[in-house]
């Protein structure tokens, strides 16, 4: 019941926001994922904190993404970003939004499919583990299979057992 409550007051919430920005021609929470055009004209100079508020989301308020936080805590000479006060006047940069990329990584390092590995020089039990079982949690096996008392620690030459 508290939950279908939830719903309705979210659902609530984002149409009187459509109504509201009905005039500027945007529809705030629902982004198509291209850049959104900010001009001087349609940030304001400052913003008053209200309850509840961080960065982030006054980032995303203004700029539709809350990577911008950044932007205004640098704007604002922030020493520690995590606050701010209900009622502190933010001064809002006029920057354009943060769009997140993400990149392909491509394991290239080959499989092991011997009982016991070699380590050489930037290995890890962890990146061991993918490669000999494609799981990277079960370096614990590994570490308990060779009786290490500190599994962050291995040394290149090191023989490790590898449990099949």
């Given at each position: 019941?508290?939950?279908?409550?939830?719903?309705?007051?979210?659902?609530?919430?984002?149409?009187?926001?459509?109504?509201?920005?009905?005039?500027?021609?945007?529809?705030?929470?629902?982004?198509?994922?291209?850049?959104?055009?900010?001009?001087?004209?349609?940030?304001?100079?400052?913003?008053?904190?209200?309850?509840?508020?961080?960065?982030?989301?006054?980032?995303?308020?203004?700029?539709?993404?809350?990577?911008?936080?950044?932007?205004?805590?640098?704007?604002?000479?922030?020493?520690?970003?995590?606050?701010?006060?209900?009622?502190?006047?933010?001064?809002?940069?006029?920057?354009?939004?943060?769009?997140?990329?993400?990149?392909?990584?491509?394991?290239?390092?080959?499989?092991?499919?011997?009982?016991?590995?070699?380590?050489?020089?930037?290995?890890?039990?962890?990146?061991?583990?993918?490669?000999?079982?494609?799981?990277?949690?079960?370096?614990?096996?590994?570490?308990?299979e060779n009786k290490l008392?500190?599994?962050?620690?291995?040394?290149?030459?090191?023989?490790?057992?590898?449990?099949?």
């Amino acid at each position: 019941m508290v939950l279908g409550a939830l719903v309705i007051v979210v659902v609530g919430i984002l149409v009187v926001n459509y109504f509201k920005d009905q005039g500027k021609g945007t529809i705030p929470f629902f982004s198509t994922g291209t850049k959104t055009e900010v001009s001087e004209s349609t940030l304001p100079k400052t913003h008053s904190v209200a309850k509840g508020e961080n960065l982030w989301t006054i980032a995303e308020k203004y700029y539709g993404s809350g990577y911008n936080w950044v932007d205004i805590a640098k704007e604002n000479n922030l020493t520690n970003a995590d606050v701010v006060s209900e009622g502190q006047n933010l001064t809002i940069p006029n920057v354009e939004p943060k769009v997140v990329t993400q990149t392909e990584t491509k394991v290239t390092a080959e499989a092991i499919t011997g009982g016991t590995y070699t380590v050489v020089k930037g290995d890890n039990l962890w990146n061991i583990a993918v490669r000999a079982y494609g799981d990277g949690y079960k370096w614990t096996e590994i570490a308990q299979e060779n009786k290490l008392e500190n599994p962050n620690l291995i040394h290149a030459g090191n023989i490790l057992t590898l449990p099949r």
